[in-house]
């Protein structure tokens, strides 16, 4: 089996989940990742052999506090056959040159947007169109959310329209900026919201709706959804779809899960890397069918839920695994759950 060489970009929030999940994959190899700044997350990675790249400008700071470092970012990239780029937005497109001047193929994040990406990938989805691709996006995680959740309904039933309603956290835990403190934020406050438009960057057609408000929370984003089936079908159906679609997991009330932090006990006892949470939560119980419209609400780790795409992008752009033998390899690498809790 050929070994695909990976370097990570930012070693963030996202950075860092994703460098952990190709850890993990039998067919990758973490040539290393790449920071700016010599923090204790750098120092944790090294103990863990992770090799870490660093701009040329901070190689002094590093070496400062004898945090050994491998080299430049560039060194990085040339090392690597596809570089996973989980820069703040808005620099991962800058550093498409650095990817383009070595020739690499390159993943960006939900934070970048320009005409430079060819494609953004839900892997249930579309995963063959990241096929020969050079510069490939996995979207936001609200936006891949999103998708998931529509996509088993729109596959099985057909789906008519979709308005959904986000309750976002405004930062994650580890942010040292945003907002807001003590207050909601509606955002916008003239609808829709931009996640619409991104969902139609996989579901090209649908016709989606979508408006949030941010809440003064660190973890998980709430989204309510309607959406209008193309024909009525009885409940158990619907929730039989949601039960079979990958990454997707039903959570009953009757097991104590009622709110968000119970979502995130329920990490801690799953015990996975950083307490992530891979897949939709959708509330079993809050699944309601009227005449062809479905209601229901899910929660959505917004750190952790991208993790899974971000590693079938990199088989679907370097090799020539098909979409469900890479899902099925990368769901089990992460003891990815679906059905019912
Ligand atoms: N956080 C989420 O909930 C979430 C969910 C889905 C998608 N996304 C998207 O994922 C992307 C990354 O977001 P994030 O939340 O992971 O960001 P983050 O936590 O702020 O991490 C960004 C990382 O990039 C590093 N960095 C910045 N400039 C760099 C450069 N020029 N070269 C190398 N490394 C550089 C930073 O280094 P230092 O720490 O060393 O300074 C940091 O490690 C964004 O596009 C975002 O929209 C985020």
């Not at 309750?167 to 619409?196: F, I």
Request: glycine share 8%; charged share 25%.
């Amino acid at each position: 089996m050929p070994i695909i060489k990976v370097g990570v970009v930012g070693f963030g929030t996202i950075g860092s989940r994703v460098a952990d999940a190709v850890l993990r994959q039998p067919d990758m190899k973490l040539v290393g990742v790449a920071k700016v700044t010599p923090d204790y997350k750098a120092k944790l990675a090294l103990e863990r052999e992770i090799n870490v790249f660093v701009p040329e400008s901070s190689m002094d700071r590093w070496e400062e506090l004898g945090l050994k470092i491998s080299g430049t970012v560039e060194d990085l990239i040339d090392s690597s056959d596809i570089v996973i780029d989980a820069t703040p937005g808005g620099v991962g497109l800058k550093n498409l040159e650095l990817y383009k001047k070595a020739g690499r193929k390159a993943i960006l994040q939900g934070g970048e947007r320009g005409e430079a990406v060819e494609a953004t990938i839900v892997p249930q989805v579309n995963y063959h169109e990241a096929r020969g691709k050079m510069v490939v996006r996995v979207p936001s995680c609200n936006t891949t959310g999103l998708v998931r959740c529509i996509w088993g309904l729109r596959r099985e039933v057909g789906v008519e329209r979709v308005f959904a309603f986000l309750v976002r956290r405004s930062a994650d835990p580890a942010d040292k900026k945003g907002g807001p403190l003590d207050s909601m934020e509606l955002n916008p406050v003239r609808p829709p919201s931009h996640h619409g438009e991104d969902v139609r960057t996989v579901l090209r057609d649908l016709s989606i709706f979508t408006t949030a408000v941010k809440t003064p929370v660190t973890h998980a984003h709430v989204h309510m959804l309607l959406i209008k089936l193309s024909k009525a079908i009885p409940r158990r159906d619907v929730v039989d779809i949601l039960a079979e679609e990958r990454r997707v997991l039903l959570v009953p009330e009757s097991l104590g899960m009622r709110r968000t932090s119970d979502v995130f006990e329920l990490s801690r006892h799953l015990k996975r890397p950083f307490n992530n949470i891979y897949e939709n939560i959708v509330w079993l119980d809050s699944i309601h069918c009227d005449e062809g419209w479905v209601y229901l609400a899910q929660a959505i780790h917004q750190e952790a839920i991208v993790v899974p795409e971000n590693v079938d992008v990199i088989r679907a752009m370097c090799t020539d695994v098909d979409a469900e033998s890479s899902m099925n390899t990368t769901d089990i690498r992460l003891g990815i759950r679906k059905g019912i809790l």
